[in-house]
């Protein structure tokens, strides 16, 4: 229903800005460089898992958004928020979504510049998000020839999600790994900055490392090739694999709201980068996307968490049974 | 609870942008002037009265956020919304939106920027407006000897909905100039840039003349006199309230979502303004809203629809009874 709904409203809306709608924010030109503008609305009911403090909801609201903004390649210099709040929802709730919010622009040092509150049937926190930057990075930059890379490490999001839903018997270290990312992800400001003068596509991983990459491959024009065993992925990850009968693979590449960064740039600029990140594959001529695992090449499937976790159930069944 | 939740959020929101909060939108500064930005969410449940089509309902959401934009001086660069979409809405209802706000954003000639959409309980539209200005038009601006001038007239707005709660019996003509204003409105675009150059403060309509005024004094640490003869009402309001038995210069006064601008300027100004408007009143050094009615002066009440609609259902009862 979300694809059919976004083609109707483009559809309708012909007046778009400085960068065609599509990419991780959209973007006006200014004298002295871009300003980009995103948003993204958080749904209780849809969005959040119970296991989530209002302060997490809260400090997530303006990650999502300030993470869309790194993806461009910007700096967050302002922020915006609508509230939905049901008539019945607790004060205390409310406190410590507020508490969260504002450590969340402490932390990446974005000042507040609007907020709206309106009754509503569920709790909606509506982020808005603005940047800006000398040069934009869009989706599609990708060359032929550049590097992937990945920020930080895939699937702890996913895999944690999966360990809470599925109630696992992890230890607590593990746990605790797991739900860093899965509760307090955090935007990747700094690497964003550095990357806008280096790198020449970013996206941010909202909806799975696989939806993200296919995503870059089809704007920018490009085929991307993927080495499986490139992949970050840490041991948390694979020992949620195990339990589950799951490829961890597939959680890490199925994994969203991760907020880490995929980006292409030149070989030779590889060495000037200070961003920490793993080199995990090449962009070709062509198109789609392919990943590489034990010496077999093919087409990388479109994986989303919700599909992954179907197919959890039916193992997770069996394996308890 | 609205003002609670303002409240709680703003205790904890430390990190304000280069205007502090509560202004008609938050502001940046930007090398050669001000980046403007709001944001306001319309919730279908409790914003829009039942005779709204869809196409209204979308580009009234572009119209409340460019009205503010309007408000501070800003010339609107550009528009970003988020859908929060119930599962069981119809296409044809969210068709009839995506056509309101394109067709909105055509009038404004304001590009999109980015848009969201997911799944809700009820139809939510958080809209959200940049703008960009030379000179920024605050609600604390107002000086002690400015006339208080209002663009078009009020009233319609709420006597439009008034008569269609109360199925009141009015000729054809009148009921097209009343739900004009109701379901219709317009946002002050050419006038608000043209006020920047010239007016101290300014303030759009949305919660009624009387809460504005009110807003502006209390900002601008000045007194505001209003004379009550001179409020641009039209024929169409004074016969709702003679219908209702309600002053229709309470209702002019309580009527929300207008959208036009209150503004005050040196007297010296008004003769270079191009913009149509009334003199109302004037800025005095002091405290407080005060309004003149039949030679009698006495301190302005704050006077919202909702507090309006309950005296008319007495009174209406009585009358029809």
Not at 14 to 36: E, F, N, S, T
Not at 96 to 103: C, L
Not at 118 to 138: H, K
Request: hydrophobic share 40%.
């Amino acid at each position: 229903m979300e694809k059919e709904i976004i083609e109707l409203f483009r559809r309708h809306l012909r007046l778009q800005g400085d960068l065609p709608l599509g990419d991780d924010a959209g973007a006006l030109r200014l004298r002295d460089g871009w300003l980009v503008a995103t948003n993204d609305m958080l749904v209780r009911k849809t969005d959040v898992p119970g296991v989530m403090t209002p302060e997490q909801v809260g400090f997530k609201a303006v990650t999502m958004n300030v993470s869309d903004v790194a993806a461009m390649g910007a700096r967050p210099v302002g922020f915006l928020f609508s509230l939905g709040v049901p008539r019945d929802i607790g004060m205390d709730y409310l406190e410590g979504v507020a508490k969260g919010i504002g450590k969340a622009l402490e932390h990446y040092g974005v000042p507040v510049l609007s907020a709206d509150t309106n009754e509503a049937d569920d709790l909606v926190i509506d982020g808005i998000a603005l940047g800006r930057t000398r040069r934009l990075l869009t989706r599609s930059g990708a060359r032929p020839g550049d590097l992937v890379c990945v920020t930080g490490d895939i699937g702890r999001a996913l895999a944690g999600l999966l360990a809470w839903k599925h109630e696992l018997d992890v230890p607590a270290g593990a746990r605790r790994a797991l739900y860093e990312k899965l509760l307090e992800p955090r935007a990747r400001v700094k690497e964003g900055i550095e990357l806008s003068e280096l790198a020449n596509a970013a996206i941010d991983i909202s909806d799975g490392l696989s939806k993200e990459l296919h995503l870059l491959a089809e704007m920018s024009g490009v085929r991307i090739d993927i080495e499986a065993q490139e992949l970050p992925i840490r041991d948390e990850v694979r020992a949620v694999g195990e339990i589950l009968g799951l490829n961890p693979i597939e959680i890490a590449l199925a994994s969203g709201e991760e907020f880490e960064l995929v980006f292409t740039l030149p070989e030779e600029k590889l060495r000037c980068l200070g961003v920490r990140c793993t080199v995990i594959g090449r962009v070709l001529k062509g198109t789609g996307v392919y990943i590489t695992t034990d010496e077999k090449r093919q087409e990388m499937p479109v994986l989303g968490w919700e599909h992954l976790n179907r197919r959890v159930k039916g193992t997770y069944r069996e394996m308890f049974r």
